[in-house]
């Protein structure tokens, strides 16, 4: 644990009904950005404040960003942006890499979903098809897919290329729709992933490499689900042409999943922090704000290499596990409702760091918790089919309140080009089981005739946990980094109970 004395924090200084920024440690440098209104930066705590201070005051570190969703983490707060031309930082993407939002939009009208015995058979549908449980695989999906080892490594190596997305069933098109369909080396090739995974087998890293295999195309638990929405676009013309543009349907059913890269991506990442530990160790080199969560390789080194190429191994497999996850949902509501047709509008993630242009300059930008938000005309879209809207962005409130689907404005610059994740958490998992009553929690879902596959909703993931989304969504427009184009409203909810595996 780090040590945090609140009053060695600096106060946040506003610059905007929802913007600010933090003084950097001993105001050399720039300031941390803030990214929140009045109420949402009163919310954020000494602990968050004083990792974002240290991971800004890190070496290489030029730019910082805490998002109204921001909150303690590991090392660096869930909810930042942290951005280096010259040093990789595990912790601030964190153990569940490349965690990530999908959506599936469906061509059912919302009255396909209104009777509650149709949802039922639908929930029953997809666990038999994705289940859901930090420990889960196919063996407890008897619907699943089949994934052995030879098409694990593809998968992992390679992403979402033909070969694995016609194994497992996946439309090719869907490629197309992913914030990045594959990732490759640290030298930009597949080859370096086939020998870092082919040394990590060698090594024993992973004893049980197939069952790790055998979990793509399920949740996991915590703060991971898959719910069903309906759709409901916004007014505004212009927004509206947006929302169609990426394929969206007003009155119309819609699927959004939100998890990562399972067990196998927790594991490449455990191990980064132990082995960049050990190196700290060893070089008695000094931890930012003596926090070994925090520990991080310059770019050109043997570790930098080593962790980009571990990173890109569990970002392919978050990236085949969201694709088959949605394949397999649709399959579920194609064998309840007969000739039923989706496509997928998009797949974001929001734990990754990538290779983007910060102020003129190749960086690498780390977002934990984080999304990229890329307006209409942002150079990395150029040739994309969302040059000229910018791209989805997935956003998800709680059921209770609801999600939304945005895009990116020009103001977005401010933040590196990024927003929130979601709400965020305002209740640790503990606090939550200790302060909210059951009761209350099953209430309000049942009011709001939503429906879930849990016999109790899990309280640590009740929506009193999180934070007011629409005051965080108030927060994102007010500070111009994107708007709303759609609304999703929850008709029925797939979770589990157990702890969080990101």
Request: some cysteine.
């Amino acid at each position: 644990m780090i040590s945090v004395d609140p009053k060695n924090i600096p106060p946040i200084v506003s610059t905007g009904e929802a913007t600010g920024f933090l003084p950097a440690p001993g105001n050399v440098g720039k300031p941390i950005t803030i990214i929140g209104t009045q109420k949402i930066r009163q919310g954020f705590d000494a602990t968050c404040l004083q990792q974002a201070l240290n991971s800004r005051g890190a070496p290489g570190v030029t730019d910082l960003v805490l998002n109204p969703d921001a909150h303690a983490g590991y090392g660096a707060p869930v909810g930042c942006v942290l951005v280096s031309p010259t040093h990789v930082y595990p912790g601030p993407v964190g153990v569940d890499i490349k965690c990530s939002m999908s959506l599936l939009q469906l061509d059912l009208p919302a009255g396909a979903v209104k009777d509650k015995p149709t949802r039922r058979a639908l929930i029953d549908a997809i666990l038999e098809r994705t289940p859901t449980g930090p420990g889960q695989g196919q063996r407890s999906a008897k619907k699943s897919r089949p994934v052995n080892t030879y098409l694990g490594k593809r998968a992992a190596t390679g992403g979402a290329t033909p070969e694995v997305c016609s194994a497992l069933g996946i439309p090719h098109a869907w490629a197309e729709a992913c914030e990045d369909a594959f990732h490759t080396g640290h030298d930009g090739t597949a080859d370096a992933l086939e020998k870092r995974l082919e040394e990590h087998l060698a090594a024993g890293l992973f004893r049980n490499f197939e069952e790790k295999m055998r979990q793509l195309g399920s949740y996991g638990g915590g703060n991971h689900f898959g719910e069903c929405e309906v759709v409901t676009l916004d007014g505004d013309p212009a927004a509206r042409a947006t929302a169609e543009a990426f394929g969206l349907r007003d009155g119309h059913v819609a699927f959004l999943s939100h998890c990562g890269s399972r067990g196998f991506g927790n594991i490449l990442a455990q191990g980064q922090f132990r082995v960049l530990q050990r190196r700290f160790d060893e070089w008695k080199i000094p931890l930012p704000g003596g926090d070994r969560e925090l520990v991080y390789a310059p770019l050109g080194s043997p570790e930098a290499g080593a962790y980009l190429d571990d990173m890109a191994l569990g970002a392919n497999f978050a990236t085949i596990n969201h694709l088959l996850i949605n394949a397999l949902v649709l399959e579920a509501f194609q064998e309840v409702i007969p000739g039923t047709t989706g496509r997928l509008v998009y797949f974001i993630s929001h734990n990754i760091a990538r290779r983007e242009k910060v102020d003129g300059r190749e960086c690498w930008v780390h977002r934990k918790g984080a999304t990229r938000a890329f307006p209409a005309g942002h150079e990395a879209l150029k040739g994309t089919r969302f040059e000229a809207t910018g791209h989805p962005i997935l956003l998800p409130g709680n059921p209770a309140a609801g999600s939304v689907v945005m895009v990116a404005e020009p103001g977005a610059e401010k933040s590196c080009y990024s927003v929130n994740h979601g709400a965020g958490r305002c209740m640790g998992r503990k606090a939550a089981h200790r302060a909210l009553d059951q009761g209350k929690i099953d209430q309000e879902l049942d009011e709001l005739d939503i429906l879930s596959n849990c016999r109790q909703y899990p309280k640590d993931e009740a929506p009193a946990a999180y934070k007011d989304f629409h005051e965080v969504l108030r927060s994102v427009e007010t500070a111009g980094l994107a708007k709303t184009v759609a609304k999703l409203k929850a008709r029925f909810v797939i979770k589990d109970a157990a702890q969080a595996d990101d």
